[in-house]
């Protein structure tokens, strides 16, 4: 049988394209059932209160960054997507006077803007809002350098990826988009050689860091959580990391508190990467060939997929 077409976006893949059985299967996961998908190499993890879910996610950054010297330096990769860990994040760095002198950051991704960067002046700019909500909170003797800040620019993309063979990542943190995505890697357009198929799970993994086009799905959920609902403010292309980094993390972490996502999408990754059914149209699916990730869930946040009308 092919595929079904997206019920959403027909020229482009994205979860609607998967097998009815599937859905349905995820449809039905319990907060108890998702518990139980942990298995090695794959953990679950739930927490009860917005406040405890926040600062794990934030003590995140300090257990990595704690770990860096001079003769091993390392770091973390962090989203902006969720943001309410970050000035946590600073907050922590000042009371246990943590010198970052030999810590590192990657920023996820950014807005592409003409074939350029957004500037860390633009409203929507990520690294801007990484800087605004925690390195400008650090007090500056305790700051990292400058140059240990890396951020993926429009002509450095090539230096952002060769960083994480100099530095070693101890995480990747993100969140989860509405197309089940890690940074901007988003499903692919419906096009060529995958017209009738999605790109393979192997071939997918060898994408670094790149300028992408982003999926309409993407683009509306930024225009919800960060543009005030202004879709036609959101840039079409983003720049972001690719699986090739992402596996040269020693753990990937994804935070997922129930805004980013909807209670089937919350589920469906989570399932995929437990029962190990990589699919790049599930982009977030495909850790399931990593072999240390962990979810982390705010367990208020998942809320059921039963019809409720609102």
């Avoid at 994205?14 to 108890?32: F, H, Q, R, S």
């Avoid at 890396?150 to 995480?171: G, M, N, Q, R």
Wanted: glycine share 6%; net charge negative.
């Amino acid at each position: 049988m092919p595929r079904a077409r997206s019920i959403v976006a027909p020229d482009w893949w994205d979860y609607t394209t998967l097998d009815k059985k599937l859905v349905e299967d995820v449809a039905k996961l319990t907060v108890k059932d998702m518990q139980q998908l942990s298995r090695p190499g794959f953990e679950v993890r739930m927490y009860d209160t917005l406040e405890s879910f926040y600062l794990a996610e934030a003590l995140e950054y300090i257990e990595a960054w704690q770990q860096a010297t001079a003769n091993e330096p390392c770091g973390i990769c962090g989203p902006i997507g969720p943001t309410e860990q970050l000035p946590l994040v600073a907050l922590l760095v000042n009371s246990l006077n943590l010198n970052l002198k030999h810590a590192h950051f990657w920023g996820m991704d950014e807005w592409c803007i003409n074939g350029k960067e957004a500037p860390a002046t633009h409203d929507l700019s990520f690294e801007k809002a990484d800087r605004d909500m925690c390195f400008n909170k650090i007090r500056p003797e305790l700051m990292m350098p400058e140059s240990n800040l890396h951020f993926p620019k429009a002509d450095k993309l090539a230096e952002y990826t060769a960083s994480y063979d100099k530095i070693k990542c101890k995480v990747i943190q993100g969140g989860q988009g509405e197309t089940k995505h890690w940074a901007f890697n988003d499903p692919l357009p419906r096009e060529g050689k995958y017209i009738d198929e999605p790109m393979p799970p192997k071939e997918y993994l060898k994408l670094p860091a790149r300028r992408v086009k982003l999926h309409p799905m993407t683009l509306i959920q930024n225009a919800r959580t960060s543009g005030g609902g202004k879709v036609s403010e959101v840039p079409t292309e983003a720049f972001t990391v690719g699986p090739v980094e992402t596996w040269k993390a020693e753990r990937v972490s994804i935070w997922q508190a129930g805004c980013h996502d909807n209670a089937f999408g919350m589920r469906l990754t989570a399932f995929m990467i437990a029962k190990k059914i990589p699919d790049s149209s599930v982009p977030m699916s495909l850790l399931a060939l990593h072999d240390n990730v962990r979810f982390s869930y705010y367990r208020p946040g998942i809320g059921t997929c039963e019809a409720e009308m609102h």
